[in-house]
């Protein structure tokens, strides 16, 4: 079964729209860390937000925040005020357990296209 | 600060050469992490140094792959011989901490093998 799961190959947006990039994960563990990063066509994986199982509250950056819904295992990213710069790839990935490091396991994306 | 960087960015070799891929990750990050995505495939974990020594390299594929990090410093990733299946992006990433400290990626490089 896949670890984490992200359902939309791509989407478009409108710029200064909100968007809501979903993911879903399957571990057993009790500890563990959900990582989101963005992919430009550059290549570069720049690091957005990341979330703690244990954590109480979502976690936020700017104009990121994390959607954590434990019960039903997904950890939504939402951009809020789309700009023609969060056009990129996106990656959910998580940390099963904190032995792992940063051993990471990914979804397989979602390309974002902002359309002004 | 400089971040993570990867030599080359692009590679192309024909099936059967020889492939050394490096990364210098950012000063004073002890954990350096080599991970690939094949096209159409997830990013892969592929192993885990801390400082010079293999924490975790559960994720390499097969043994013509051999990574090193000698003095705890940079890291290589050498493919021997090189198969068409071996061709994708190889991303290392290196961090200061475990646990919540996020991944610092490289750019990455892109091999093909034809």
């Known amino acids: 079964a896949q670890k984490i799961t992200q359902t939309q190959p791509g989407m478009f947006v409108q710029e200064k729209e909100a968007v809501t990039l979903d993911c879903t994960y399957d571990?057993?563990?009790?500890?563990?860390?959900l990582f989101w990063y963005k992919q430009p066509s550059s290549g570069e994986m720049i690091f957005l937000i990341y979330q703690g199982s244990y954590d109480e509250q979502n976690a936020t950056e700017g104009r990121y925040s994390l959607n954590f819904q434990k019960a039903r295992k997904s950890a939504n990213l939402v951009i809020s005020a789309s700009q023609l710069g969060d056009s990129a790839m996106y990656f959910c990935?998580?940390?099963?357990?904190?032995?792992?490091?940063?051993?990471?396991?990914f979804g397989g994306g979602t390309r974002v296209l902002v359309k002004p | 600060e400089a971040g993570v960087t990867q030599f080359p960015s692009h590679s192309v070799i024909e099936k059967g050469q020889t492939v050394t891929l490096r990364c210098d990750p950012i000063?004073?990050?002890?954990?350096l992490y080599w991970y690939r995505r094949v096209m159409g495939k997830e990013i892969k974990f592929l192993l885990h140094f801390v400082k010079e020594s293999k924490q975790d390299e559960s994720g390499m594929p097969n043994n013509r792959f051999l990574a090193e990090r000698t003095g705890g410093t940079y890291s290589t990733l050498k493919v021997q011989p090189a198969e068409l299946e071996d061709s994708g992006v190889y991303f290392c990433a290196s961090s200061q901490e475990r646990g919540s400290s996020p991944l610092h990626f490289g750019n990455g490089t892109r091999l093909t093998v034809t």
């Open positions: 571990t057993s563990d009790q500890s563990y860390g």
């Open positions: 990935a998580m940390r099963e357990g904190w032995a792992a490091g940063n051993k990471l396991t």
């Open positions: 000063s004073g990050h002890d954990n």
